[in-house]
């Protein structure tokens, strides 16, 4: 398969907790991208983080991205109720192509 | 910005049916995807675009699958004839630049093919 992998394949966490998700990839990228999907919609873009970078914020988000290790991890600070929803990793490690990882379910109760 | 825009939103067929979805990008972005996704395989990408020119359909699961992009602001992928394996939520995305920036998704066309 193409796909990068995620995990956990899912998580469930109290409002107010740090929820984090990894992926990993396979080859060399330019740059790596997350992407968060609530249920029946589209995808949306959170953040994207180029191979040169370790580390961008962006809000209550922190992606870190290990090329070495051929990584990155998705924090969300202070988790709320709105933020369940399936959140995919996606690289170009494949060329001009975006490739998604499986995608980790978070599940924020209130 | 109305976004990118996918007709329809749903779509109950029966086997053997043609089926037609289509996609209008935003404004101004030259580059466009084609997503499916599905339980057992994720997201996949089936084709994609650069100023209206197809560049990758190696995703394109078999013959029965086609898409065009007639201009820069209507893309339209068919399937024919559907099968019920076809099922899938089906993406259109489109970028303004190749080199993978940023995507951004429609909302989706739902298909069952019975």
């Known amino acids: 398969s193409q796909q990068g992998e995620e995990d956990p394949q899912a998580l469930s966490i109290q409002e107010g907790e740090n929820a984090t998700m990894n992926c990993s990839y396979k080859t060399s990228i330019n740059n790596l991208q997350w992407y968060r999907q609530n249920s029946g919609r589209g995808l949306v873009h959170l953040i994207l983080i180029r191979s040169n970078e370790r580390e961008k914020h962006s809000g209550r988000l922190r992606v870190t991205l290990d090329t070495s290790k051929k990584s990155s991890s998705l924090l969300i600070t202070a988790s709320r109720a709105a933020d369940t929803a399936s959140y995919f990793c996606?690289?170009?490690?494949?060329?001009?192509?975006?490739?998604f990882g499986a995608g980790t379910i978070l599940r924020v109760k209130s | 910005d109305a976004g990118v825009i996918q007709s329809p939103r749903h779509e109950v067929t029966e086997m053997g049916q043609e089926v037609t979805l289509r996609c209008k990008p935003i404004?101004?972005?030259?580059?466009l995807f084609w997503y499916r996704q599905t339980m057992m395989r994720g997201l996949e990408l089936l084709i994609y675009f650069n100023n209206n020119v197809p560049i990758d359909d190696s995703g394109m699961p078999e013959d029965r699958f086609s898409a065009k992009m007639p201009n820069a602001s209507f893309s339209t992928l068919k399937i024919q004839p559907s099968e019920p394996r076809d099922s899938a939520v089906y993406f259109c995305a489109s970028s303004s630049r190749l080199d993978t920036g940023e995507l951004f998704f429609g909302e989706g066309s739902r298909l069952t093919v019975l």
């Open positions: 996606a690289t170009d490690e494949y060329g001009n192509k975006l490739v």
């Open positions: 404004s101004g972005h030259n580059s």
